[in-house]
């Protein structure tokens, strides 16, 4: 089935520990992206790429990093310098159009993160 | 700047009743799309609709349908005899196609509740 898996669901980390998020589509999607929910809050961009070996900071890059090596993966590292990394973590994807911008963000079933 | 405001932070209704999810946006781009998704419990985003800001036309799909006013800069959506699997989290989200391709920009959500 084509879609957008994120691992682990749940996950748990000492303070100070770097962690890092998997996120895979199998949709052939050019564009991803990651989020950050907090309670009662809306999703907040992190980092999003529209292409292999490209990407830019989101809204609130500051703590976290990414690499995009492959298309279909598009891992997120939280690292130590996060002051306060306990959240839940929404990977999405999407086509890029050429003249239409990108299409519809589709998401993964998210990680929810918690440091200790 | 680019915003969405749900104004309602949580609506509780009792089944088979209609509910109106309100949203407004700001944005200086003439191009966008506007979107809908829903959160149920277990976390993961699902899309409902994207509209783009030349089509006003009012959409329906089953019990959903959506108000799209460029007048007043909304976009609300009606749940027409709720039901109990309607309880869930919805965002109403912006893409300004022009100035931030590819940026989504979400709404805090409105937390719907149907009672049995």
């Known amino acids: 089935d084509g879609g957008i898996t994120q691992s682990p669901k749940y996950l748990f980390r000492k303070e100070g520990q770097n962690v890092t998020l998997s996120c895979e589509q199998n949709?052939?999607?050019?564009?991803m992206y990651w989020y950050r929910q907090d309670p009662g809050q809306g999703l907040r961009l992190i980092y999003y790429?529209?292409?292999?070996?490209?990407?830019q900071k989101g809204d609130i890059a500051e703590g976290y990093s990414v690499s995009r090596e492959k298309k279909e993966s598009f891992p997120l590292t939280v690292t130590s310098a996060q002051k306060n990394p306990t959240a839940f973590y929404l990977c999405?994807?999407?086509?890029?159009?050429?003249?239409?911008?990108?299409?519809?963000?589709?998401f993964g079933p998210g990680t929810r993160l918690t440091v200790l | 700047a680019q915003k969405v405001t749900q104004a309602q932070t949580e609506i509780s209704v009792v089944e088979k009743e209609d509910v109106t999810l309100d949203c407004v946006y700001e944005?200086?781009?003439?191009?966008?799309?506007l979107f809908w998704y829903k959160q149920p419990p277990s976390g993961e985003l699902v899309f409902l609709i994207r509209?783009?800001?030349?089509?006003?036309q009012n959409e329906i799909s089953g019990r959903y349908s959506w108000n799209f006013q460029k007048s007043t800069s909304s976009f609300n959506f009606t749940i027409t005899a709720s039901q109990v699997v309607d309880s869930a989290v919805y965002f109403c989200?912006?893409?300004?196609?022009?100035?931030?391709?590819?940026?989504?920009?979400f709404g805090r959500g409105t937390q719907l509740t149907v009672w049995p």
């Open positions: 509209r783009n800001s030349f089509d006003e």
């Open positions: 999405a994807s999407s086509i890029v159009g050429r003249t239409s911008g990108t299409d519809t963000q589709y």
């Open positions: 949709l052939n999607h050019d564009a």
């Open positions: 790429s529209q292409i292999v070996n490209d990407f």
């Open positions: 944005t200086r781009d003439t191009t966008y799309y």
């Open positions: 989200a912006l893409e300004p196609v022009l100035r931030d391709l590819g940026r989504l920009y």
